[in-house]
């Protein structure tokens, strides 16, 4: 990044001074002063991926209401940035050029920044680009200190279970990196119903969970609780997928009454060997080439069971080029098994795993005309191999 070109240390120490609410505003004024750009902003994307909610700029009318613009995503230009991750020009019909760029860190989609500006040449698209991108640690740095972009992702009420269940997950649904490149979605039922996902990388292993507490609602977001932390606990503690499973097995039996299925990974980065429990969870799905297959695993009891349990560690290994689909029953069962998922993995093979994620959790959502009976939540991975590649989000689509 061209940092003294764009005024990175300038836009850095704005960014310290200013109040962890007015990031958007610092980027916008620097964009302001320096190509005269007007109508800055920012937009949010909405925690099931269907809408982009504009955050209101510091001071206006409608940020005292609470208000914010929401717009679909389906078939709009937003939704062409966020799926290319290329930066999009077009003339604004009054003599300038309307711009909108994907903001987004380590392949997670922040959301957007959308600008016009009187003229677009090769310095202007650059500078545009590489404000989306200052913005993305801004915004992950400053959302820490506020609620401000936990608001702008809620569409629809919130309720207590939900509440719960969105704090279990990482704060990032995609991650990318040298070996691999993660994505992560979950559609919540009405009825929350207690499904999580985690994820966690050290220096040579990537390890992933995928879980789904019994029963529904507050219950339920309960009992998830229980189980991520255990998890979460066990692994920061450097155990591996078997000591995780136990501690989450220990911790249900000892703290409350209920089960937890789950399926735990741990990938070693420098030869894609895979450990896995499997504790009374769907199979995970291997892609290789044109091949889908379920990785038929045993299966253990699930976590919590009122009976001695044994846990075992299953290795597999992962080939350049593989895509591993991890799922919970709700994507499969009831409306959702109208929704034909080998189909679909196979139709967005070529596509980036948050596209995945997207085309199948909507599919879901759409299947079961938007009222969810059980948790959806699928988790992509793609792996890479030891390789040196990195993702490239610059470019431009004119």
Same mark, same amino acid.
């Not at 991926?49 to 717009?71: D, F, I, S």
């Not at 609602?217 to 692994?235: E, I, K, M, W, Y």
């Given at each position: 990044?061209?940092?003294?070109?764009?005024?990175?240390?300038?836009?850095?120490?704005?960014?310290?001074?200013?109040?962890?609410?007015?990031?958007?505003?610092?980027?916008?004024?620097?964009?302001?002063?320096?190509?005269?750009?007007?109508?800055?902003?920012?937009?949010?994307?909405?925690?099931?991926?269907?809408?982009?909610?504009?955050?209101?700029?510091?001071?206006?009318?409608?940020? +005292?209401? /609470?208000?914010?613009?929401?717009?679909?995503?389906? *078939?709009?230009? !937003? $939704?062409?940035? #966020?799926?290319?991750? @290329? &930066?999009?020009?077009?003339?604004?019909?009054?003599?300038?050029?309307?711009?909108?760029?994907?903001?987004?860190?380590?392949?997670?989609?922040?959301?957007?920044?959308?600008?016009?500006?009187?003229?677009?040449?090769?310095?202007?698209?650059?500078?545009?680009?590489?404000?989306?991108?200052?913005?993305?640690?801004?915004?992950?740095?400053?959302?820490?200190?506020?609620?401000?972009?936990?608001?702008?992702?809620?569409?629809?009420?919130?309720?207590?279970?939900?509440?719960?269940?969105?704090?279990?997950?990482?704060?990032?649904?995609?991650?990318?990196?040298?070996?691999?490149?993660? +994505?992560? /979605?979950?559609?919540?039922?009405?009825?929350?119903? *207690?499904?999580? !996902? $985690?994820?966690? #990388?050290?220096?040579? @292993? &990537?390890?992933?969970?995928?879980?789904?507490?019994?029963?529904?609602?507050?219950?339920?977001?309960?009992?998830?609780?229980?189980?991520?932390?255990?998890?979460?606990?066990?692994?920061?503690?450097?155990?591996?997928?078997?000591?995780?499973?136990?501690?989450?097995?220990?911790?249900?039996?000892?703290?409350?009454?209920?089960?937890?299925?789950?399926?735990?990974?741990?990938?070693?980065?420098?030869?894609?060997?895979?450990?896995?429990?499997?504790?009374?969870?769907?199979?995970?799905?291997?892609?290789?080439?044109?091949?889908?297959?379920?990785?038929?695993?045993?299966?253990?009891?699930?976590? /919590?069971?009122?009976?001695?349990?044994?846990?075992?560690?299953?290795?597999? $290994?992962?080939?350049?080029?593989?895509?591993?689909?991890?799922?919970?029953?709700?994507?499969?069962?009831?409306?959702?098994?109208?929704?034909?998922?080998?189909?679909?993995?196979?139709?967005?093979?070529?596509?980036?795993?948050?596209?995945?994620?997207?085309?199948?959790?909507?599919?879901?959502?759409?299947?079961?005309?938007?009222?969810?009976?059980?948790?959806?939540?699928?988790?992509?991975?793609?792996?890479?191999?030891?390789?040196?590649?990195?993702?490239?989000?610059?470019?431009?689509?004119?």
């Amino acid at each position: 990044m061209a940092g003294e070109g764009f005024g990175l240390d300038e836009v850095l120490r704005a960014a310290e001074d200013a109040a962890p609410v007015q990031s958007v505003d610092v980027v916008a004024l620097n964009l302001e002063k320096r190509f005269s750009a007007t109508e800055v902003s920012f937009l949010f994307v909405d925690l099931i991926g269907q809408e982009a909610v504009r955050l209101p700029r510091t001071g206006t009318a409608e940020e +005292a209401r /609470g208000e914010a613009e929401r717009c679909k995503l389906a *078939g709009s230009v !937003y $939704d062409r940035v #966020l799926r290319s991750q @290329r &930066l999009h020009q077009e003339d604004d019909g009054e003599g300038g050029c309307r711009m909108v760029a994907p903001v987004t860190n380590r392949g997670d989609c922040i959301g957007l920044l959308d600008l016009v500006v009187p003229h677009a040449d090769d310095r202007v698209r650059d500078a545009v680009a590489q404000a989306a991108h200052v913005l993305a640690y801004i915004v992950v740095t400053d959302r820490r200190f506020t609620d401000l972009y936990h608001w702008g992702r809620r569409t629809t009420a919130v309720s207590l279970a939900a509440e719960i269940q969105h704090q279990l997950l990482p704060s990032a649904s995609c991650c990318e990196a040298a070996q691999f490149t993660l +994505a992560c /979605g979950l559609v919540p039922a009405d009825d929350i119903g *207690g499904d999580t !996902y $985690d994820y966690a #990388l050290d220096q040579d @292993r &990537l390890y992933l969970s995928i879980t789904d507490a019994m029963g529904h609602d507050t219950a339920s977001a309960l009992l998830a609780t229980l189980t991520v932390n255990a998890l979460r606990g066990a692994r920061r503690a450097s155990q591996g997928v078997l000591g995780q499973a136990y501690a989450a097995h220990e911790a249900i039996t000892e703290h409350a009454r209920g089960m937890t299925t789950g399926q735990l990974l741990c990938v070693t980065l420098k030869t894609g060997e895979c450990e896995l429990v499997n504790a009374g969870h769907p199979w995970p799905l291997r892609l290789r080439g044109a091949r889908l297959e379920e990785l038929a695993v045993r299966v253990n009891l699930p976590f /919590g069971v009122p009976a001695p349990v044994t846990y075992e560690v299953q290795r597999f $290994d992962l080939e350049p080029g593989d895509r591993l689909v991890l799922l919970t029953d709700g994507m499969t069962e009831r409306c959702s098994a109208a929704v034909d998922l080998t189909a679909l993995i196979h139709d967005t093979r070529d596509e980036h795993p948050r596209e995945v994620v997207r085309a199948v959790t909507g599919a879901v959502h759409d299947a079961c005309g938007g009222s969810l009976p059980d948790d959806a939540t699928t988790m992509v991975l793609d792996w890479h191999g030891g390789s040196d590649r990195r993702n490239s989000d610059a470019g431009a689509d004119t």
